[in-house]
């Protein structure tokens, strides 16, 4: 229970970083140079908490609110016009990041439980 309470204000707090360093104009938003390497990583790391911290949703639906939340962040700098611009193909990128990002996620899973199953086969010793 303090794991979820952990990853849910992480993921919120990610959240809020997200958008902040997404909709400022000037130095702050461009803390890494390369625009796609900032999608790429917001975009790898807000499912993974988003995961962990509402593990009752499917990845589907994870997937949808990245997907809602990255055109968002692209529907706000297209009416900015203060040195941020929308482009549809930042979406795409989040998007598909956060696909990959989930695909990671559900295998780790998946190794995580068999490696526990396994464990719980053999007598203690």
């Given amino acids: 229970m303090i794991a ?11 959240l809020a970083a997200t958008l902040y360093l997404a909709l400022t104009p000037g130095p702050a938003g461009a803390i890494v140079e390369s625009g796609a390497l900032r999608h790429m990583m917001a975009f790898l790391v807000l499912p993974w908490l988003a995961m ?19 055109g968002l962040i692209e529907l706000g700098q297209l009416g900015m016009n203060v040195g941020r611009h929308g482009s549809w193909l930042d979406w795409l990128l989040d998007t598909g990041t956060a696909a990959a990002a989930i695909v ?7 190794l995580s439980r068999r490696k526990t199953e396994t464990q719980d086969d053999f007598p203690p010793t």
């Fill in 104 to 110: 990671i996620a559900l295998a780790w899973r998946r």
């Fill in 4 to 14: 979820r309470s952990f990853f849910r204000f992480t993921l919120f707090g990610a």
């Fill in 52 to 70: 962990a911290a509402y593990p009752q949703l499917s990845a589907w639906f994870v997937l949808f609110l990245m997907s809602v939340f990255g």
